[in-house]
Every structure is written in structure tokens, then in C-alpha cells.
């Protein structure tokens, strides 16, 4: 380890800046100042290792030579990598501060801790993905990040694919100096750390992989070394005996204090099950820009998870999709994100950096699961306003396990419109699993072309009404559109139903949606405009409405079949619902029926203004007066 270090010193005063100029902070050993910080994360724990066994004199050349410089580098040389709010950040303030604490050198500490002070301007603004770089109240440094970039439910506003490589830094620099100062990190903001190892594990599906929201390269789960650590590190801290369960499923522990403490526990049987729960984690440093709303039900232990996004955009690493969903059912993706146009580590393809198609596509309103108006992206893709606004959480319940809803609105994404979803995990005897119930309101000053896609992964069965064949055409020229091509297109069928099967991993699926006479039915595959097959070739469903002020879509999601290929047979083959009418659809109130093939119905209604829980509302309903109270009806009628 000596002689190594000392390469490095030989070599470190040598260095120019790395000469691939792709970042917004160049490095010196690697291309970006981030790489820089992540080998001097880990060499500090190295160097603390060696440190009292290394004679004076090699400790103050090493200070001198190699160390300091490097800090200073990350640093002092670099402020538009180290004096903000970010992951990136996050990495250098820790470099600098662990290697600090290691050296006893005060003043690292302090920059690391509060950042570089009387900052002189810096003509780089803006980060590779177009992120602002300074934050406005321009605090800096591992404190800020603290108290910034973490809500106070402990969700990252750059999402948990990003949560997840941060935490590592965050965890591993709040330990060092917990053990070597008096600063009490740990209680910091109400323990804000520790809540965050939570907010990661709650934000994994049922085979512990992190919703792919913002940018994130799927199937990232909680078996990344950074989520070993992190788990291992909150158990030490807290001895909660359900965080044992997640290390059992990790299989594995990190050799040191955190990791032996996890073992032992788990050798004499001290973990309990952890159950992930419904629940909202609420955006922005102070819980009020919005939300991440989960939903879970779980039947025979199999988990069904149900995701909507309506918090902060996530700063240069997030995608415009405000009120945009993720549906999983058990370990299989139903009704998917995008996630990044990226291959990470995969030379071939840009060398492992984010494509072009992540800017072009991911990225864009139309790759989601929500509302695209005009064929405009939400912002018109403008990172700087998107990261301004966040959507209104309107109503979150998940206390009755027979009907779990979650409501929000965005009043900002497209001026003059009024985007109100709710969604509603319901639980009956009738099916199967869990009904997946939505509920998507849009008013707006003046008529536009409304578009709703839903991503669902799998092979068409079939559909209920006539299809023509496009010949492939495309669905546009920008904002994601020009990467759509439809396959086929339709029409609302008679009864103002339109269904959509598909099979995946022999599981049968079926979307029934409301459709008015003059919609447009599309079918869609992902992928026009990318010779460089940079892109998925995946499905989608398409409802396009046109001259719409005022409107309501209305789809129900079933999850109610499978297939034997040994066997040949399939169980369940078609789903329970038959129709779905909007009986009402004005500015107060959405009301829709839910027929079932056996002619029992289901009655949704939706205050749109007030969410109340002790409101009483009143809708007529087959000359019936029905009441409520609360901004949620779910009400079921035999017959």
C-alpha cells in the first residue's frame, strides 16, 4: 500500500487534466472529477489503515505531495463539482472530508463539511444534463446536501437509482465522522440519514429492484454493494431487527463493524420480516414539493406495487413526467418506465455514457405513463422551469387494504391546464389480484390534442376493436414523438370500452379503457429514428383525445390469467371487466361506473377541488342520491 501511494505521488504532480473533455469537471486520473472522488472515498479508508504505521516523515510527503493537492484539485480548483447539490457533489464533499479527518487537517474538514466560502463566479453554469449547477440559496457542502437534496421522509430528489450511489458517500462519511468528532450526524435533521436507508428499501418492487424512475438503468436492486453498506451501516446504528431480513436476503455483509454486528445478529436468529408498506415520501428539503405515492397489497405474499410520480423533477438527472406510473405485479413489470437511454459500462455503446436518445426520448413526457398535451413535452423540456414546480399531493389513504387510493394534481406542467390523476389498488373477492383503477382528469382554458400512453411489456393477445395496419407510420417530429411508430390504429368500439390483452411470462393481462367515439386507438412500438438501435423495441397503447377542454380518462388495469406451455392450457384466459361509462365529468366531480361480467358494478367518484376527509358530496346515480364523505367513492352494487 506504501509503494502504491508512493506511484501516485510520483505521478499525481505530473498530471494534466484527462484529455476527454465530455464533462462539465474534467478529472486527472479519470475522465470526471466524480471518478476522481470515488478513488479518494475508498484510498482515505486505505490510507486510515496504514496511516499511525507509516513513519512522520512518509505521512508529510504523502500529506504534501499527493493528498492535499488532490483535495484542493476536487476542491478549491473544481467549485462547479464541489459547491452544490448533488450526487456529485455529495462524492467530493466526502473525498475531501474523510481524507481530511484521516490527515487531522481542520480545514478540509471545514470545506467539506460547509463547503468553499466567498466563491468568486464560475462561468459554468449548467452540468452535462443540463442541471443547474449553483443552487440558489447558494449553500454548499456535506451538510447542505443534507438538508437539500433529502426530504424529510428521507426520499433523494434525484431519484433512488442516484439514492442509491449517493448513499454510499453520504453513509460512510456520516460514520467516519461519527467516530472522530462530536458532531452528531446520525440525529442530524431528525436522523434524516437513516430514514433515507427506508426510503430506499421502500422504493424496490418485489424482487428488490429500485423503481427505474428519472434516470436509471433497470434492474439496479438492493444487492449494490452501496445498498449492502448502507443497510449494514443503519443496522449498527439502530438494531432494528427487520433490517436483518433485507442483509439475510443481500446474502452478503461488508467486512467491518457494521457487517460483523449484521452477521452475528443473523446467526442467532434476531431479524424480523420487513414488510414494505404503502406509502407516501414526500419531495423537497421541507416535505412540501410533492411526492413519490406507493401502493402495495400483497396476496398469498406475492407483492403487487404501484408507483406514481408527482414530486420534484429530479434536477439534471430527472424526466418530465409529472403523475406518471410504474405497475409491478409480484417479481414482473406490467406496466413499465423507460428508465435512462443508457448502457452503463458498455463500451459499445458510447462508452457506457447516456445516449443521445436519453435527451430525444427517456426523457420526454410521451415515454411515460401520463398526459402529453399538444405533443409537447411537460416544460417544454426546460430543466430550469421543470425543477421550479411540483404537483399537489390531493389525497393519499392506504389504512383499508380493500381500496388503497392516492390523488395528486399539477397545475404548472402546461400553462392554463389542470392535470388531476388518482389511482386506487382495489382489493375483491372477485378477482384474482389486486384491480388497478385510473382516474386521469385534464382542464384547460382552451381545446387541445391529449395523448396517454401506457407501456405495457408483453405479447398482444388481442383487442376489442378494428385495427388498420399504419405501415409503420411516425407519430411526430420532437419531444420523444419522432422515436413512436404506429402500428396499428383503431377505433372506440360501440360500447365505449376499448380492451387491450397481452401475455408476459405466461401471465395474462387485460387494460379496459373508456374511449369516446371520436378517440384515436394507437398501437405503438418504440424505436423509429435510432439506426443505432440505442433503443428498446417496446409496445404501447395510445389514447389520443382531440379539441378537449374538459376531460376524463378512465382504465382499469387486471392482472387475472396464466398459461401453461407444459400443459398448453390457459386458466383465466379473459378478465372480469366488462365496460366502463363516466356518468358525470364536470369541474367538481368525476364519476364512472365499473361493469363487471357477471353485471355488478363498481361506483368511482372523485371530488376534484376538495379533499376534505369530512366533506360530505352527493351525486345522483340511477335516480338515487348517493353521499360520501371524503374526496374518494368506491362503492359496489350487486347488480
Known sequence: MKNTLYKYSELYPKLSLHPAKRSYARGKLFWQCLNDANWLVYTSQAYDCIYEWLSREDRAFLNKELFRPMADFLSIENPQFFNRIHNHSTWGNAAVGMIGLVMEDEDLIERALYGLKNLKSNKISEDNDGGTIYSENQRAGFLAQIDEAFSPDGYYTEG??????????????????????????????????????????????????????????????????????????????????????????????????????????????????????????????????????????????????????????????????????????????????????????????????????????????????????????????????????????????????????????????????????????????????????????????????????????????????????????????????????????????????????????????????????????LLTQIGAHDSLFNLRRDPGFMIRRNNSKNTSFVNTLESHGNYSPVNERPVNAYGKVDNITIIQNTQDYIATTIQLIDNSRWLIAISLKDNNKSITHKIDYRNEKISWQGPVLVKKFSK
Not at 424512475?213 to 439502530?238: L, P, R
Open 160 to 521: 433512488p437509482y442516484y439514492q442509491r450511489y449517493a448513499m454510499y458517500p453520504f453513509l460512510i462519511f456520516a460514520q467516519a465522522l461519527s467516530n472522530t468528532s462530536d458532531l452528531k450526524i446520525f440525529e442530524y435533521r431528525d436522523g434524516v440519514l437513516l430514514k433515507a436507508v427506508y426510503a430506499l428499501i421502500n422504493l424496490t418492487n418485489g424482487s428488490g429492484e429500485f423503481f427505474p424512475i428519472n434516470d436509471a438503468q433497470k434492474g439496479m436492486s438492493f444487492h449494490a454493494h452501496s445498498v449492502v453498506a448502507a443497510v449494514d451501516m443503519a443496522y449498527y446504528q439502530s438494531k432494528d431487527p427487520s433490517l436483518l431480513s433485507i442483509a439475510k436476503e443481500q446474502n452478503t455483509v461488508t467486512l467491518d463493524i457494521n457487517g460483523f454486528t449484521v452477521a452475528r445478529d443473523i446467526d442467532n436468529n434476531k431479524y424480523e420480516p420487513y414488510i414494505k408498506p404503502s406509502i407516501m415520501l414526500t419531495d423537497g428539503p421541507n416535505g412540501n414539493s410533492g411526492a413519490i405515492g406507493i401502493l402495495r397489497s400483497y396476496n398469498n405474499e406475492e407483492e403487487t406495487s404501484l408507483l406514481m410520480k408527482y414530486g420534484k423533477h429530479g434536477m439534471g438527472h430527472g424526466h418530465f413526467d409529472k403523475l406518471s406510473f410504474c405497475y409491478y405485479v409480484g417479481r414482473e413489470e406490467v406496466i413499465q418506465d423507460y428508465g435512462a437511454a443508457r448502457w452503463v459500462n458498455i463500451k459499445q455503446k458510447d462508452g457506457g455514457g447516456y445516449l443521445n436518445e436519453n435527451k430525444s426520448w427517456a426523457k420526454q413526457t410521451i415515454a411515460h405513463n401520463t398526459v402529453t398535451i399538444d405533443e409537447k413535452s411537460q416544460f417544454k423540456a426546460s430543466v430550469k422551469t421543470a425543477d421550479l414546480f411540483s404537483p399537489d399531493s390531493f389525497f393519499f389513504s392506504s389504512d383499508n387494504q380493500k381500496v388503497q387510493v392516492m390523488s395528486a394534481v399539477d397545475e404548472n406542467s402546461y400553462p392554463g391546464t389542470r392535470l388531476h390523476r388518482t389511482m386506487i389498488l382495489l382489493n375483491d373477492s372477485v378477482f384474482s389480484k389486486p384491480l388497478l383503477i385510473d382516474l386521469f382528469n385534464v382542464q384547460s382554458d382552451t381545446a387541445h390534442k391529449v395523448d396517454l400512453p401506457f407501456y405495457y411489456l408483453g405479447q398482444l393477445l388481442e383487442v376489442n376493436f378494428q385495427l388498420s395496419d399504419q405501415k409503420s407510420q411516425i407519430l411526430g417530429d420532437d419531444y420523444g414523438f419522432q422515436h413512436l411508430r404506429v402500428e396499428a390504429k383503431g377505433k372506440s368500439p360501440e360500447n365505449n370500452s376499448a380492451q387491450l390483452s397481452w401475455i408476459k411470462s405466461n401471465k395474462i393481462y387485460t387494460l379496459t379503457s373508456y374511449s369516446d367515439p371520436d378517440d384515436e386507438l
